[in-house]
């Protein structure tokens, strides 16, 4: 009697607790410091936009949007602990929006791009694998 019991203990610990197997190349990324997410740099250039008065703008300060430089939610899933920039203008203008996220002026470019540690560092480039499973 005690193997049958045992036996089927340890079936039903099998599959209570057994984990859908996920292969290591379609896990998520974990980020496991307490430290805000650096921005990445989709752009060594200044995004040229034409900006309305009055209108409510979100700018990308994690560089992973693909509406650059302009927010599309990226940071919820990929740089969670950064949120974009809302601003509102006075008044219509044509504009430099940062490219490279590391403007001591945001969202406005200040030149900062032009930097060594910007111009050496690697472009982000988005890849499909990026994408968790949800």
């Keep these: 009697m005690n193997m049958l019991v045992s036996k089927l203990e340890l079936k039903w610990i099998i ?11 379609a896990a998520c990324k ?15 250039k200044p995004f040229k936009v034409e900006l309305v008065g009055g209108k409510r ?3 990308c300060t994690c560089g992973h949007s693909k509406k650059q430089p ?6 919820k899933t990929k740089a969670q602990g950064l949120s974009p920039l ?7 203008a044509t504009v430099w929006l940062c490219g ?8 406005y ?3 900062t791009h032009k ?5 050496s560092a690697p472009l982000h480039e988005p890849v499909q694998a990026d994408v968790c499973p949800p």
């Design 15 to 25: 599959l209570t607790f057994r984990q859908p197997w996920i292969p290591a190349t």
């Design 30 to 44: 974990v980020n496991l410091s307490t430290l805000p997410p650096e921005p990445v740099i989709p752009s060594k």
């Design 57 to 59: 703008y979100s700018w």
């Design 70 to 75: 302009f927010c599309d939610g990226a940071h």
């Design 86 to 92: 809302r601003f509102v203008p006075e008044k219509d």
């Design 100 to 107: 490279c996220k590391y403007t001591n002026n945001p969202p």
């Design 109 to 111: 470019c200040d030149g």
């Design 115 to 119: 930097q060594d540690f910007i111009k």
